[in-house]
């Protein structure tokens, strides 16, 4: 079953003493990345979300972020009294210095003193932050892994049914290429004999064993029957690897570079426009797959 690298999942847990929010993206990569963002004082929990995610994945630029919120007690307004007369001071100064140049100002309000940074805190009563990893936590970090697995799978079957897609019209173009090269076979072997007797015409003397072997070696040369075989083997692999329950975006990416070998030396050996057309053919359709392999764990 094809995975995609591409999916995202958010979930809400905690309790009403503390709520906890989860998100977990993914994106391409050649490996697998980890990014974790986590509350101050929970880098105890690094090591096993980090251990959660690596089982369930195999690759992907992998981003979680947990927030956490604690309610434990009433939230209480402190004023910082040293801040309060920094301000104070600063309002005062200000004062003088608009009276000194003929300036009159309004004076400030307690709201506009309050409003200054740093005059008013919040506090908590209890301010110690989560640093184990709780049943509870544990389990909404499971099922956040399962809802990102389920975008992951959902989002591979649209990516399964293009690849099946392009692996069939590789097939077809595959067997054209076949029917083609089958048929041009009789008309290489008349023009390889052609060459030869007119060879031997403007040179009598000429070592004709010598002149067979080499037009031998340029048939050879020209004969796409390999290519061929090794494009029909390709599309079998290809189709096997589809079918596997199991990350194989690497081994599909490095089979698309085969197909794309293939196809190169297929156009270069074709000497016919047909079979030539029939190459460059599969080397859009093989690139187009490429691109979507580029999605798969």
């Excluded at 799978?153 to 290429?177: F, H, K, M, N, Y």
């Excluded at 040369?221 to 194989?248: C, F, G, N, Y």
Aim: net charge negative; charged share 25%.
């Amino acid at each position: 079953m094809i995975r995609s690298m591409t999916a995202f999942a958010s979930l809400e847990g905690g309790s009403p003493a503390q709520l906890r929010s989860w998100e977990l993206r993914g994106v391409n990569a050649r490996g697998l990345d980890l990014r974790l963002r986590l509350p101050d004082g929970q880098g105890g929990l690094e090591q096993t979300i980090r251990a959660r995610l690596s089982a369930r994945l195999s690759r992907g630029a992998i981003s979680l972020t947990l927030r956490s919120q604690r309610f434990d007690g009433q939230s209480s307004l402190v004023i910082d009294t040293d801040q309060l007369d920094r301000v104070l001071a600063a309002l005062d100064l200000v004062q003088e210095r608009a009276f000194a140049k003929g300036v009159t100002l309004a004076q400030p309000t307690a709201a506009d003193v309050l409003a200054q940074r740093g005059v008013i805190q919040n506090a908590s009563p209890d301010p110690r932050p989560e640093v184990a990893a709780d049943a509870a936590l544990l389990s909404e970090l499971d099922a956040l892994i399962d809802a990102f697995c389920a975008m992951r799978a959902a989002e591979g079957r649209s990516i399964e049914a293009v690849l099946s897609a392009q692996i069939d019209r590789i097939e077809a173009l595959t067997a054209e290429a076949a029917t083609l090269a089958a048929a041009r076979q009789d008309e290489a072997r008349a023009a390889v004999r052609s060459a030869l007797a007119r060879v031997l015409e403007e040179v009598p003397d000429a070592d004709e064993a010598r002149l067979a072997q080499e037009l031998a070696l340029i048939a050879v040369r020209t004969d796409v029957t390999e290519e061929i075989d090794r494009l029909s083997a390709h599309v079998a692999a290809a189709r096997a690897l589809v079918a596997e329950d199991a990350p194989q975006g690497r081994r599909l990416d490095f089979l698309a570079q085969e197909f794309n070998r293939e196809a190169n030396t297929l156009c270069s050996k074709a000497q016919s426009g047909e079979l030539t057309r029939v190459g460059l053919a599969l080397k859009a359709v093989i690139d187009q797959l490429r691109e979507q392999v580029q999605n798969i764990e």
